[in-house]
């Protein structure tokens, strides 16, 4: 092992010619910093878990993960089950960036660059995500199970990627089902668009549903939606600017743990999802881990500063 980082890729990620781009520009990014690093490619899908569980294991003690969101969530997950204990890092690369964002990377690549080389490191919670028949997976972002983990399956299977045609088209044929949702010291029962179990506030590319969620306080937050589906549409502009909640039909909570399931047998499950990646249909389970994993990261949050330079407020403050 001639490297200290081993950068994981996927070169079919959006548009290839542009990923090629910025594989290019980050190379000579990572050279004028003097980083010594080895890249490796991903072949297929989930192929990002198994190089990073391998690599790990063979003794690089960075595993940077270089894409969009899904990639950065196979080289987190990989990693952390080798139980190496190696960094984790991102060079942020996607359309969405929500969890490069959720440790405070902007969506800037050279900058991710300099805090690879700074290699500045902390523990943050990580959530995880169990179903019954075993589907595990760590995450960094959101669970949600509902409209927007079905909005993530259409959009993993429809490669143009268009989430407002998907929104839109879904809209138009959704049906709420009824949930339970157990939680440490509250339960909720009854219909609901979605339920986002929150360890960092967005997805789907800056959507900000659990707003007041920090990946600092050993807690997820949780916002279970029932909105009219004509009035959620209207919503979806209030989440990009962090300005949806406090909401009347929106139930805030937070736990540690977190089991949802189905309220009738009959109704057609919703699926669950986390980091936009889909695990299959509910029942779930949740845990937050405090300060469970440690990460390459910037010493500040640039992504929160970045958002409050562009909105006036950070995303977790209801108060504006």
């Known amino acids: 092992m001639s490297a200290d980082h081993a950068i994981i890729y996927n070169p079919t990620a959006g548009e290839a010619e542009q990923t090629k781009k910025d594989i290019e520009y980050m190379c000579k ?7 010594s690093y080895k890249l490796f490619e991903t072949e297929h899908a989930q192929h990002a878990i198994e190089l990073a ?33 190696a960094l984790v890092g991102f060079v942020p690369m996607g359309s969405g960036n929500d969890i490069p ?49 079905e909005v993530a399956r259409r959009s993993n299977e429809d490669k143009e990627k268009d989430y407002n045609m998907i929104i839109l088209n879904l809209l138009r044929e959704w049906e709420n089902q009824e949930i339970i949702v157990k939680m ?55 989440m990009y600017s962090a300005s949806l909640l406090p909401h ?13 399931e189905m309220r009738n047998s009959e109704q057609d499950p919703y699926y669950c999802q986390v980091d936009g990646e889909v695990l299959g249909l509910l029942p779930v389970t949740y845990e937050c881990i405090e300060a469970g994993y440690e990460f390459i990261r910037p010493k ?21």
């Not at 990014?29 to 980083?35: E, H, I, P, Q, R």
């Not at 440490?184 to 929150?198: C, K, M, Q, T, W």
């Not at 500040?300 to 504006?320: D, L, Q, R, S, V």
């Open 29 to 35: 990014c990572l050279d004028d910093l003097k980083v």
């Open 53 to 85: 569980t391998q690599l790990a294991k063979e003794g690089y003690g960075r595993i940077i993960g270089a894409g969009g969101d899904g990639t950065c969530n196979e080289v987190m997950h990989g990693t952390i089950i080798s139980n190496s204990n």
């Open 101 to 149: 964002a959720a440790i405070g990377y902007r969506a800037d690549i050279k900058r991710a660059c300099e805090i690879i080389s700074e290699g500045y490191s902390s523990n943050c919670d990580v959530g995880y995500a169990k179903r019954d028949d075993e589907t595990e997976r760590y995450f960094l972002g959101i669970g949600s199970q509902g409209f927007d983990s």
């Open 184 to 238: 440490d010291n509250d339960i909720y029962e009854g219909e609901a668009n979605l339920a986002a179990v929150g360890l960092s506030g967005a997805y789907g590319g800056g959507m900000f549903i659990c707003q007041r969620a920090s990946i600092e306080d050993g807690l997820f937050d949780i916002s279970i939606v029932n909105i009219d589906k004509v009035k959620l549409a209207r919503q979806f502009r209030r």
């Open 248 to 260: 009347p039909d929106v139930k805030e909570y937070q736990s540690k743990k977190v089991r949802i």
């Open 300 to 320: 500040i949050n640039e992504f929160a500063e970045e958002f409050k330079e562009k909105y006036g407020h950070y995303m977790w403050e209801c108060t504006h």
